[in-house]
């Protein structure tokens, strides 16, 4: 019985690829890649002949069980075309019927860019929430972001060059003129990270046309000397979290600082809410 591997491949430097990423992909029965073209590009790079087959978005489901075939008889391991598969990339499908079928799954750490762009950005990395892809549309994009606009975390965004003016726009509109890192074609050899406020950001990217996938690193509400909440905003905040998968502890603690309001009777009010 094989086991899969997810291996994480290099977002844009090559000298990213670890060792281990090398001989778990040369050991490997077989790798499915989202783009066998890019993958064969880094194989051939590291003089690799494994077979390949695709495993992209379109077919994912379809190929599951001819995937499950080939772990029946060795390892797999899975790639996306740069970074950590699963990690707003085809892969979670495969994993959970990975784990379903009884076949171990391995991860092959690497790189990843919004753990990069968050290090890099000198905003708080205590507590974040990764959040992928922004709403292409504008009224979507807002009304996702009132729901995020009262979290303290950490917030990160990935955005594509011709989007990431008018999201820094709505982010601006809708949850304030907060600090941001702004990271695009990170370990390429043009990389930026642009660090200030948003409305600076907006500025400085109007310049001249965007290039580069981006991942914007924003900070979360500051706490700020304030009454203590109605009832109604604390069930808000709690139906919020709930929606955002937080844990009844956590999500507790957070809007009880939050609120004013003593943690066990927000915890309650959870319980409450969860039932309903």
Known sequence: MGTLYLVATPIGNLEDMSARAVRTLSEARLIAAEDTRVTRKLLTHFSLHTPLTSYFEHNKLTKLEAILSALAKGDVALVSDAGTPTINDPGYELVK??????????????????????????????????????????????????????????????ESPHRVLPALKDLESCLGDRQIAVARELTKLHEEIWRGSISAARSHFSQKEPRGEFTLVMAGKTKSGKKKWAEDKVIIAI???????????????RV??????ERKEIYSLIMETKEI
Do not use: H, M
């Not at 076949?103 to 890099?120: D, K, Q």
């Open 97 to 158: 019927a990975a784990l379903k079928a009884g076949y171990n799954v391995c991860p092959i750490p690497g790189p990843s860019a919004p753990v990069a762009a968050l290090a890099a950005s000198g905003l708080p990395t205590d507590s974040f929430l990764y959040l992928g892809y922004l709403p292409r549309k504008s009224p979507e994009r807002r009304e996702f972001l009132q729901q995020v606009k009262q979290l303290p975390y950490t917030l990160i965004f990935l």
């Open 239 to 253: 139906k919020v979290g709930l929606k955002l998968v937080e844990s009844p502890s956590a999500l507790a603690k």
């Open 256 to 261: 009880a600082q939050e609120s004013g309001w």
